[in-house]
């Protein structure tokens, strides 16, 4: 059951968009209305915030808000919604780059709750007393969604539906990928290529970061480092290579560049309050923001990625949109006055610091963000009331304009910022993470939560992108990699450079990118499924087994897909894990393709060891998880042959899907396969291919 109060004014974010079933008008709520077990108290005018508060049983757990900082059970901080360009993902900090504000409560009451508002929002999930949650958000309008069921799983199933379906990413897009800030020319990228093609190791894609433009603007190639982009382009394709250059949200101030001047004659960028454009500072300098919360401003900024896709572009990273402001340009003068007024001071332990907070502040300050405005549905409102929406607009941009340019093909998109409904037009990245065990950890924490909000297609920097990543930390890291759906080495420039031919064991290396393919029709086919059937691809344990407590206790084990588990090791110098298991499982030690061990493994508590070449899989009672011979990017894995990985007591039957992966209408039931095992090994396929399948 699904019931909708809508509070005051709220600004209309289009986060829903399937209100079927929903209980409730569009009209003013009252509190009385919400159900007993919640407390809300609603402001009535702009002052006024409202809070929605929950009292907790000693036991309950909350998951979900998406993309955020510690663990897959959220209960005990504080969180914010927020979108913030903070690298430093350290367990103190409270919002990251997205906002997600839905959320599940599992105890006494099992219960979801969406608040659809783009302004701030706090959760105190637990932080101020233990046993409460108390929701605040800023003063203005809001939304605010109550779901619920009997099946945590069906409650988001049932949220799934209400906000629409998840984005698709080409089949290309689930191959390995290679990125850092720093390839400057056509040489470093072809170097990258041809390590890996001559040392075997499986490779899709190359990332464009910002040098790959002309002094930063966007949808510019820099002349002189790619001379001739479209035959460069097309040159990686034919070694099958799909190039991903970066999009920034800041449009560069300068004459002449056809985007700023078409923006600035259109009205097309935020303005201030007295109408002139606000300038703030990012890569190029001064720059414009464009308004991707007017809709005419929206397909203008939309379309520029014409010029990238006519040169054989079909893949795209946005970056910066939360967005990241360097400075705002009044603000940087006014500190540059207070810093000649320090210089005529003795600097003591006061004002040195003083001054040492000023300059660090200067970047993305909340009062900047105040004065700066939107021209959003034919009102002008100030960006911090819907701040929590322009990495939403900015890859909505994108993903409309490509349904207009190539209405029939998928093009890979995903963002760094994000709103509850971007789901829908691309997927997200988790952000500069850092070269640490601790982010590791973090990458599979997050993954249930970003699918319960429609996020499918992502995945961390694989290594870390800021600070130095050691050998054992990129292995450990590509092993969790393998599984999500966005597999990409990235790093900093600065940083170690972190490609695996600058480390030592090629061979390591070779075969755990290789697993991915290997792997590749089973989470092809997960997150497919997942996709059509507003479904999880990552689960956490107490999703698929509700009654096991031990297993609402589990934070570093995740459920992918129906078939099986992971337990990656994340731990510096370990040669193995503790796991649990709620129930009888086989395990499948991996080393590559063609080598790994199994062990039947009953239920309970198990140490388990795991090299650092090695991956664990764990294997459902009666399930199978399907595999190919692997490739050396996805065009060449062949899945008219599988392989299958299975544990089978009675019968285990697999619904295996498939197509061409570049086509945007699917049929899902007329892409599946059904594989049907029985305990005598008898192996049976019937449905949308012919394919041979073969237990192993």
Known sequence: MVKRFRFGRPIETEAVVNEAGILGGRVGASVQDIPGFLKVTAGTGMEEGSTVIYEMGERDAIYGLGENVRGINKRGWLYESNCTDDC??????HSLYAAHNFFLVDGRERFAIFVDAPQKIVFDMGFQERSRLAVKIAPGGFVLYILE??????IVREFRRMIGKSYLAPKWAFGYGQSRWGYQNEEDIREVVRQHRENGVPLDSVYLDIDYMEQYKDFTVDGERFPEFPAFVKEMRQQGIHLVPIIDAGVKIEEGYPVYEEGLENGYFCKKADGTEFVGGVWPGRVHFPDVLNEKARRWFGLK????????????????????????????????????????????????FAMKEMLLGVSNRPEDYQTFYHDYQGEKICHDQVHNLYGYGMTRAAGEAFDELKPEQRILLFSRASYVGMHRYGGVWMGDNCSWWSHLLMNLQMLP??????????????????????????????????????MRNHSAMGTRMQEFYRFGHVDDFRNII???????????????????RDDMMFLPLAFVYPEDEMAAGVEDQLMVGESMMIAPVYRQNARGRYVYLP???KLYRMRSGEDWDEEMLPAGHHYVPAELNEVLVFVRPDHVVVLSSGGGCVEKVDTSRLDLLHFVKTEA???WYEDDGYQKKVNLEAGITRIVVKSDKSVRAEGARKIECRLV
Not at 514 to 530: H, I, N, Q, T
């Open 88 to 93: 430093i993902h350290t367990e103190s900090k």
């Open 514 to 532: 290789g697993l991915r393919y290997v792997f590749l029709p089973y989470l092809y086919s997960e997150f497919m499924k997942a996709a059509m």
């Open 653 to 655: 039957v697999y619904e």
């Open 583 to 585: 129930e009888e499982m």
């Open 149 to 154: 069921g009997d099946d945590l799983r069906g």
């Open 449 to 486: 939560g970003l699918n319960m909000c429609g996020f499918l297609y992502t995945g961390a920097d694989l290594g870390g992108f800021g600070e130095d990543a050691t050998e054992d930390l990129l292995l450990r890291w590509l092993g969790l990699g393998i599984f999500t759906p966005l």
């Open 305 to 352: 990625y014409q010029v990238l896709l006519e040169q054989g572009i079909d893949g795209f990273w946005n970056d910066m949109n939360e967005p990241a402001l360097f400075y705002a340009e009044e603000y940087l003068k006014e500190a540059f006055g207070k810093l000649a007024d320090y210089q005529k001071q003795e600097l003591n332990i006061h004002s040195f």
